[in-house]
């Protein structure tokens, strides 16, 4: 996505062979933060088929730029070639039936994507460097936001390139433009086919910037709240995000309530200067908050950033 998490959804789970069929509940299994597939997983998972490439409005509230745990991602603005390897995660039952980043709710049994950059939607093919298994998948989410992982996949998706098992592997990810060639990747020695032209679509976005704050205050007792509101006072807070559209803000808060439990009590989203700031707090003190601040960090792989007010 948070189909991300932040997602960072990174998982776990326990070691299937590729040619078995997944497991119908994962009670008593290995998978992380019981993570894994749902209780009614269908019958027939290698059987659904991949995603079918069509010109679709991209999302406008899901290109402007954004920070998440201190990192500015600038989302593609338009349909353009893209190709990248690094390490794909997937994302299971504990985030079926959430909402994504383009506002659809996630399906872990569909064909789907979250990447931070890439357009929504838009669709790519990855393959798994490691066994040459191909899949085609609209990317519909943010994500993941952990560190060193390029792309969170559907439970589907995962099972069907063979890293369910692992949790992770390294892909491939290619962009395809809407009617170009939707052939498996070819040998080296194939001759190179040229792409179609990218398919321009305007948008005017706005970039987020630094906004200074001002000197740390009395610390006062704030009452949890998860939904935006005006900028609290006072006290130490952890950021791990800020969005121009609050629709994005409530999902990555949503995300994050699924993958660090214990901060329920203390997310909100922080609206002010026109940011939606997804935000943990207030903390007694400044150490206090960079102790949960190395707390989350483990959680999730990447740590948010303190702020005082």
Known sequence: MLAAFLTACGSAPKRSSPTERPPASSAGGGYYLDDGPGANAPANIEAIPDAVPKIEPLGRGTMRPYTVMGRNYTPMTRLEPYK?????????????????????????YAMTAAHTVLPIPSYVRVTNVGNGKSVVLRVNDRGPFIDNRLIDLSYTAAYKLGILGGGSGMVE????????????????AAAPVAPAPPVAVAIETTPITAIPLPPPAAVAAVPAATSASSAATGGSYLQFGAFGVQANAESYLARLQTQADWLTGTLRVEQSAGL?????????????????????????????VVVNR
């Open 84 to 108: 990248a390897r690094g390490i794909a995660s997937w994302y299971g039952r504990r985030y079926h039936g959430k909402q994504t980043s383009s506002g659809e709710i996630y399906d872990m």
């Open 173 to 188: 990810v290619e962009s395809i433009i809407p009617g170009q060639s939707l052939a498996a990747p070819q040998p080296a």
């Open 276 to 304: 939606y700031r997804v935000q943990a707090g207030p903390y007694a003190s400044e150490t206090a908050a960079r102790e949960a601040a190395e707390r989350a960090g483990q959680v999730l792989g990447t740590k948010p």
